[in-house]
């Protein structure tokens, strides 16, 4: 795991992108997985930026969200879809056309759970995930996976815990608009994507991140999962690296 912390705003928005970057180059169809939430703020303006100034190109990139509520009506502004929309695929100069939201806005559960299989299956037909970028939820959770999802997940129909539904409120007028299920990408399918990025900030995170990273690999941290997975970069402010004990350890990407 490459892990970086970063002493500004302006150097982890360019480290993040440059991750991106890198992992989108020289593939021939890339394939970027979005997140929604504050984290990734930073990145997607400075790959807008990027692509304003003409130095990159998106265009051609397919994208897949990460996760999505369940039962917000169409175009509400809280629904993944339209964060997506609004946060990413417009700044970042992405073809409407190639970003795929999960589903869920099906009436019955049976049909919410074979569309998040059909998204499942179509990540995997698109050759799969160049890099999916992941923020990290104060309980640990990645995409909408709460502690005690199966590390060999699937893209399904699941529950928000509880700290979910109060750390999303600020979004809605009350805890009690927050829906109770969504559709998450299953940590199985994250652990997919040939490049995992994950951005933290803020003291809120900082034991979550310490978790995911220097914990055991438990279901009760849905982010330890990341150990697993060869290919990870962490990209960290000051103060969500604060919980970490082994800071020796993280001295970024080997360089000779
Ligand atoms: C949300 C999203 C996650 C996101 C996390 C952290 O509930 N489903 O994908 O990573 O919570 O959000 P934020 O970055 O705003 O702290």
Redesign the pocket.
């Known amino acids: 795991m490459d892990v970086v912390v970063c002493p500004d705003p302006d150097a982890f928005a360019a480290t993040a992108a440059d991750v991106v970057v890198r992992a989108l180059a020289a593939r021939g169809a890339p394939t970027l997985g979005l997140?929604?939430?504050?984290?990734?703020l930073p990145l997607y303006r400075e790959l807008g930026r990027r692509v304003a100034g003409g130095v990159l190109d998106l265009a051609a990139v397919r994208a897949f969200a990460?996760?999505e509520y369940v039962g917000l009506p169409a175009g509400h502004p809280q629904s993944?879809r339209e964060v997506i929309r609004r946060d990413a695929a417009e700044p970042l100069g992405l073809d409407p056309a190639l970003v795929r939201v999960p589903d869920g806005s099906a009436p019955t559960l049976e049909q919410l759970t074979a569309r998040a299989a059909a998204f499942d299956a179509a990540i995997v037909a698109a050759g799969g995930i160049d890099i999916q970028v992941?923020?990290?939820?104060?309980d640990g959770?990645?995409?909408?996976n709460e502690p005690m999802s199966s590390l060999s997940s699937r893209t399904r129909v699941a529950r928000?815990a509880p700290r979910?539904r109060q750390?999303?409120a600020r979004f809605f007028r009350s805890v009690e608009e927050v829906p109770r299920l969504?559709v998450?990408q299953g940590i199985g399918t994250i652990l997919e994507a040939r490049h995992l990025l994950l951005?933290?900030q803020?003291p809120?995170?900082a034991e979550a991140v310490a978790s995911a990273l220097e914990g055991p690999l438990t279901a009760s941290v849905p982010a330890s999962a990341l150990q697993l997975h060869a290919e990870v970069t962490v990209v960290l402010d000051e103060a969500a690296a604060g919980g970490l004990r082994r800071r020796e350890l993280y001295a970024g990407p080997i360089t000779l």
């Open positions: 997140a929604t939430g504050s984290s990734p990460l996760d993944y992941l923020g990290i939820g104060s959770h990645i995409g909408f928000l979910t750390d999303n969504c998450t951005l933290a803020g809120g995170k």
